[in-house]
Nanobody, 125 residues
Framework: QVQLVESGGGLVQAGGSLRLSCVVS????????VGWFRQAPGKEREFVTAITWSGRSSTPADSVKGRFTISRDNAQKTVYLQMNSLKPEDTAIYYC??????????????????WGQGTQVTVSS
């Protein structure tokens, strides 16, 4: 069973930065793609970005492109989401999740089977 714990959320002013962390408790970390998703109040959960065990990252969502960067530390079984130039519309609960890695890995939300509890990010204007 895979467990994920997010941290690093908080309140920040527009233009500021935050770094989220996701610690993955899994026997074999390299079996997984780790993704970040977010859900704003009244909206559906949406994909942000993802990364494979080898460090290959997906194309991020258009809304965060050029501002958010994903990385991972396999030794620490941790994935990071560096968020820069934050905007009020980035306010959401941010979740990390894992999907089994295959050669045709997908960033579709349905491919991710284990989720963390989420961390709140609030960006004030």
């Amino acid at each position: 069973q895979v467990q994920l714990v997010e941290s690093g959320g908080g309140l920040v002013q527009a233009g500021g930065s935050l770094r989220l962390s996701c610690v993955v408790s899994a026997r074999t970390f390299s079996n997984y793609v780790v993704g970040w998703f977010r859900q704003a109040p009244g909206k559906e959960r949406e994909f942000v970005t993802a990364i494979t065990w080898s460090g290959r990252s997906s194309t991020p969502a258009d809304s965060v492109k050029g501002r958010f960067t994903i990385s991972r530390d396999n030794a620490q079984k941790t994935v990071y989401l560096q968020m820069n130039s934050l905007k009020p519309e980035d306010t959401a609960i941010y979740y990390c999740a894992v999907a089994l890695y295959t050669s045709t890995w997908s960033t579709d939300i349905g491919a991710f089977g284990s989720w963390g509890q989420g961390t709140q990010v609030t960006v004030s204007s």
